[in-house]
């Protein structure tokens, strides 16, 4: 089950900021889904293979020529924090 | 009076008055309306419309309206997905559909509203404000695409575009009273749809009557190089629409009428079912063991990938930025407060879901739970041309009712959600009233064999009078 | 000799290499010449993670990659496909990279280098395919980051991640190694080197079976070398002083040569693979014969012909291919001139030459190395002038025979030489007595004095034989 610590690490993992008073309430929320999906245990699936893709598609693939790209202006358009043609954002540190 | 028209209602209205007087009409309507169907009116609709009546063609949907559900990337009109997140977000370009649209001579008159990044069963999440049921204002109209539905009930638009990722245009069609259909996985290309689960969703054409979903699939359908999942196929839906289901073939899962359904719709939807009957068609009780597990395999999958494919939303390029000391402070500021409660729940998860120590336990068993479910529905295709059974359980809820237990909104699409995990397609077509409230009949049809479906429910309306009533004020 | 590696030291390389020959990125159609674009002009939705944009495979990238894997013996998978690695970083505009996680294109290969002791095979675990990042500039230092300005033209762009098995034993060999997959991979043109971020370098390190230390942001061969180095060092220094060796990433500081702990919460990596849903699986085993056949001819294989072809040495025809326009250049002079003496001529001198001043073989004419080469064959100059002329040509330009001429390096004939060794000996007999006293150095004067009155243009060894003929 989610505990508290696994709210903090798996909202780390995800970039969601969540202050720590709330802690408890998203890992009881979690957990009462989490309880849900554990029904799943009661299906035996040791002989089946997942399936990750519906269709049969295989080798889809586009040859390798030159199409337009966006103005720098069209690029930066929805961004409000931009410097000489950048993105600007605060530092890594 | 806002009214219901069809494809071919619109164009006789746009040759009588003009294409620019029927847009404004809808507009009108829209401006006076308190359903909160809307997120955003396209600026330049008039201007659009204008264009087609000086350039008059013999498009397909010439100077027809569509409303577009707001996670559809519309080039120059603000695309939200009813998300604090994207407020002010205008896509620099067109989704494949929309450029279909235009190619069709398509009006695109505004935004509908949803649950935030289609997470949701009643346009409740959203952060301009729930929509509500024009049958009756106190209850949901469904979701995620309940604005595009409710848009259609209310006389707002002739035709909608919505997305379908675990019911959600189903569910709204179906608590609405009008028509949609989610596709076989493939069939209409995903470029441009702002995505919540790439594995499952499809976009879905919403309408007032059978007739119009064929022509919207003419116009949107088919294969797209940018969509690596595009399937190259060569249908015309339109040669579908014919009134005559003699010796069809139907199964009804008996999972899907299950111990929670509201027995005034199990009524009505057995009526459905015999009548379809009288019309010609043969039935038989079939079984999907594995219905009942589709669900929380489902919402794994779903949620897997929604926390990768909502990972783009850092405030860097697009979107809310809030300020913060490092650049994972401000990510991490930014998701919090552009995000609403149901996103982040659901981001958490599938973190969780997928992350070391969990990936098997979750994310492949619910794959594995996925192949059982298609299994089921290919021995069950092996002997009917077409399922059948209710699109939802109940009728619409009331508003508030279900938003504090997010479990139980996600039960409700219990019956829809098997069909995505398949990739196979589905339609609901209203058929009867309980309490004043529609109820949805869902047909599930075989992988690309949407022909069947448009077939098996244009019978079934044309020999029944259902799609014939409105809500109050709407003609 | 044996190499002992008593050191117990392991080392495997993860080399990045960009598909830069192709003209657009891996998964659009964006053109790849960003290298003098202003930033931000060589996207689309696609590379810059817009909400709804879709994946699509350049083909021609998944050739490369195979044939990469080809180049380097390794096998290729029967079914592969895309994974996503899911991390935050301001340069990854999806918040995940595009990758391949355990079927990866081609793996199981080898590269035999030269090793300490002799040929050394470095096994090749695996090459995948996946995308790079964007560029991130960051403004003010380090510890006061003003923020960070963020370049999305490299995002998307095709690369190559080629992992060796710890088969490599020291920093030299280390080098040694990524010399020869540099120049495999100039010879199937998939890459150009000489472009910005063409090819980047993380090492991994252990001594004596501890656990091993990551080395990441080199950008050079010789910066591989000197991180490596600067690591034994550092290991072997805790050892010694009884510490253990922990398991961690550590950042190269290319100027100071040294390597520094990277202690940062973004460490701790959970990428949460899974199959990227945009993307079907690729099913391509069956276009090897044809792959295969595409294939040029690759560095040892060149060498082999070489040597059998023109009979010159082991030695020459290694510094020969080790640039394939080097070999290219080689064989047009060879098929002109003799072949044995030609090489001498370009890979003991030309070559020399040219990398001291930093030139490619770009700045030698062909015709004038054969006329050179025929010069000296024809003893029309000597070896010391035939020197001269190449480094004029470098430095200045022209052409060989205008320089001969100008300089007047053209070889005296004997009886010039005749003549002047009598002089010579006629004015110095002092010179000529102290030599046969046992006087070694008044020969090479003699020599010296022969060699002003012809203004150097005599072979000074001719002269000398002369000389010490005459005086017996």
Not at chain 3, 267 to 287: A, G, S, T
């Amino acid at each position: 089950m989610i505990t508290e610590e696994d709210v903090e690490r798996i909202s780390w993992l995800a970039r969601i900021e969540i202050d720590s008073s709330k802690s408890k309430e998203y890992a009881e929320q979690l957990n009462s889904i989490l309880d849900y999906f554990q029904q799943l245990e009661e299906l035996d699936t040791s002989d089946i293979e997942p399936t990750y893709h519906v269709d049969d598609l295989v080798n889809v693939l586009r040859s390798d020529d030159i199409k337009p790209s966006f103005t720098q202006e069209e690029a930066l358009e929805n961004c409000e924090n931009k410097k000489d043609g950048y993105f600007k954002v605060p530092g890594i540190m | 009076m806002p009214e219901w028209m069809s494809i071919r209602d619109t164009k006789h209205k746009i040759d009588n008055l003009s294409a620019e007087e029927v847009t404004s009409s809808y507009l009108d309507t829209i401006e006076k309306s308190s359903i909160n169907a809307f997120t955003n009116i396209n600026k330049k609709a008039i201007e659009d419309a204008k264009y087609y009546d000086k350039n008059q063609s013999d498009l397909p949907l010439a100077g027809v309206p569509i409303s577009i559900k707001d996670n559809i990337s519309t080039k120059g009109i603000p695309t939200t997905c009813s998300s604090r997140m994207l407020e002010n977000y205008i896509p620099p370009f067109n989704a494949h559909v929309i450029e279909k649209l235009y190619e069709a001579g398509a009006i695109i008159i505004g935004k509908t509203n949803m649950d935030e990044f289609a997470m949701g069963g009643s346009t409740e999440t959203c952060c301009g404000g729930t929509t509500f049921n024009p049958w009756d204002t106190s209850r949901v109209p469904g979701g995620s695409s309940g604005g595009s539905a409710a848009a259609l009930a209310a006389g707002e638009s002739p035709i909608s575009l919505g997305s379908d990722t675990g019911g959600s245009v189903r569910s709204p069609a179906s608590y609405c009273g009008v028509v949609a259909m989610k596709p076989t996985y493939g069939t209409i290309s995903r470029y441009g749809l702002i995505s919540y689960s790439n594995s499952l969703e499809q976009i879905g054409p919403m309408a007032t009557c059978v007739e119009d979903i064929a022509h919207i699939m003419d116009v949107i359908a088919g294969y797209d190089n940018r969509d690596s999942t595009s399937i190259k196929r060569d249908i015309n839906y339109s040669d579908a629409i014919i009134n005559d289901s003699e010796g069809m073939k139907i199964g009804v899962p008996t999972e899907l009428i299950s111990d929670g359904i509201n027995p005034k719709v199990e009524k009505i939807v057995w009526d459905a079912i015999h009548k379809m009957e009288d019309l010609g068609a043969i039935w038989k009780e079939v079984s999907l063991p594995t219905t009942k597990y589709a669900l929380p395999a489902y919402y794994i999958l779903a949620m897997s990938d929604a926390s990768s494919n909502l990972a783009r939303f850092d405030g860097t390029r697009y979107g809310l930025q809030v300020e913060g000391n490092n650049w994972h402070v401000m990510a991490s500021k930014t998701r919090a407060q552009g995000f609403g409660d149901e996103v982040k729940r659901r981001i958490l998860l599938g973190t969780y879901a997928l992350s070391a120590g969990y990936h098997d336990k979750y994310y492949v068993k619910a794959l594995k739970v996925r192949t059982l479910v298609k299994n089921d529905f290919d021995r069950a295709f092996n002997d009917v041309d077409v399922l059948m059974g209710p699109t939802m359980a109940d009728i619409a809820f009331k508003v508030g009712e279900k938003i504090e237990d997010p479990l139980s909104i996600y039960m409700t699409d219990i019956n829809n959600v098997p069909v995505n995990l398949a990739g196979i397609p589905s339609m609901s077509v209203p058929c009867g009233f309980a309490d004043k409230m529609p109820v949805g009949l869902q047909i599930i049809g075989n992988t690309f064999d949407e022909s069947s479906i448009l077939r098996c429910a244009y019978t079934f309306e044309q020999n029944t009078n259902h799609h014939k009533k409105r809500p109050d004020g709407v003609n | 000799m044996s190499y002992s590696n008593t050191d117990g030291i392991m080392i495997g390389l993860e080399i990045h290499v960009q598909l830069n020959r192709l003209k657009t990125k891996m998964f659009c159609g964006c053109s790849t010449q960003y290298h003098s674009s202003p930033p931000n002009t060589h996207v689309c939705p696609v590379c810059l993670g817009l909400p709804g944009a879709l994946p699509v495979i350049n083909q021609k990238a998944v050739e490369s990659a195979m044939k990469v894997g080809l180049a380097l013996n390794c096998e290729i998978v029967e079914q592969t496909q895309f994974h996503r690695k899911n991390y935050y970083y301001p340069d990854l505009p999806k918040g995940y990279q595009v990758s391949q996680f355990d079927y990866p294109i081609v793996s199981n290969g080898k590269v035999a280098i030269e090793g300490e002791d002799g040929e050394l095979v470095i096994r090749i675990r695996r090459a995948h395919m996946e995308e790079d990042p964007g560029k991130l500039i960051h403004m003010g230092s380090i510890d006061k980051s003003k923020g960070t300005l963020i370049d999305y033209n490299r995002s998307g762009m095709a690369l190559l991640e080629i992992v060796t098995e710890p088969d490599i034993r020291s920093p030299k060999e280390a080098r040694r190694f990524l010399d020869k997959l540099r120049n495999i991979l100039e010879y199937l043109d998939v890459f150009d080197s000489d472009l910005e971020g063409a090819m980047r370098v993380d090492a991994n390190i252990s001594l004596q079976g501890g656990d091993r230390t990551e080395i990441k942001n080199i950008s050079s061969h010789k910066g591989a070398e000197r991180a490596l180095l600067y690591e034994i060092m550092r290991q072997k220094n805790l050892l010694r002083r009884g510490e253990i060796v922990t398991m961690e990433t550590r950042h190269f500081d290319e100027a100071r040569g040294v390597t520094t702990s990277m202690r940062s919460k973004e460490e701790e990596h959970d990428y949460r693979y899974f199959p990227e849903p945009d993307l079907v699986p690729l099913r391509v085993k069956d276009r090897t014969e044809k792959l295969l056949q595409e294939l040029p001819e690759l560095p040892d294989a060149k060498k082999e012909r070489l040597i059998s072809q023109y009979s010159i040495s082991d030695m020459h025809a290694k510094a020969l291919v080790s640039n394939l326009k080097i070999a290219n250049f080689y064989e047009e002079v060879a098929s002109e001139v003799n072949p044995k003496v030609a090489a001498t001529w370009i890979a003991d001198v030309l070559k020399g030459e040219l990398n001291y001043r930093d030139l490619t073989i770009d700045a030698c004419k062909v015709e004038d190395i054969v006329q050179l080469v025929t010069m000296v064959m024809e003893n029309k100059i000597t070896d010391r002038s035939a020197v001269e002329v190449i480094r004029t040509l470098l430095d200045s330009g022209g052409n060989c025979m205008e320089i001969v001429e100008k300089k007047g390096l053209v070889k005296v004939e004997d009886n010039v030489v005749e003549q002047a060794v009598d002089d010579v000996l006629g004015e110095n007999k002092n010179a000529i007595n102290d030599y046969l006293n046992g006087k070694e150095q008044s020969l090479n004067f003699l020599v010296g004095q022969v060699m002003k009155k012809t203004r150097g243009r005599a072979d000074p060894m001719i002269v000398r034989d002369i000389i010490a003929n005459r005086i017996k």
